[in-house]
């Protein structure tokens, strides 16, 4: 299963025609401790870069965008009541909502992780 980033810190690994969303260990970092988070409804049809879902922090809120198009068939509900998961397992447990894809071809434009693990160093 590979796993793929964006410049806003959101990895997707995809799995079939499902992907798996969340965020990088990056941004939990500068996050810093997550207190809230704000899934989407199951079902909701989203495309590339609508907002997908919202964490709150200690420092700040911030908008978790879809890294491609597709429809929510799950989120993670285990967050509503423990959001430090994210920090705790950010490419794990920590995982926001999962997409039926719509265009495959979207995955193209988003890093793997030596690209992506380069674009952390360079900010």
């Known amino acids: 299963m590979s796993v793929k980033y964006t410049e806003d810190h959101e990895w997707i690994k995809v799995d079939g ?7 990088s260990a990056y ?3 500068q996050l810093g401790d997550v207190v809230f988070v704000e899934l989407p ?10 907002e997908a ?10 908008e978790v965008y879809a890294p491609i198009g597709g429809e929510v068939t799950e989120v993670n509900e285990a967050l509503e009541d423990a ?3 994210v920090n705790a397992s950010p490419d794990g447990d920590g995982w ?3 997409l039926k894809i719509k265009d495959a071809s979207e995955l193209d434009g988003l890093m793997d992780e030596a690209k992506y693990k380069a674009y952390c160093e360079s900010l």
């Open 53 to 62: 879902a919202v964490v709150e922090s200690v420092k700040a809120a911030s």
């Open 83 to 85: 959001p430090e998961t």
């Open 41 to 50: 409804e199951i079902g909701a049809d989203m495309e590339k870069g609508d």
């Open 27 to 29: 941004a939990t970092k």
């Open 96 to 98: 926001f909502l999962k």
């Open 17 to 23: 025609e499902i992907a798996t969303i969340g965020i």
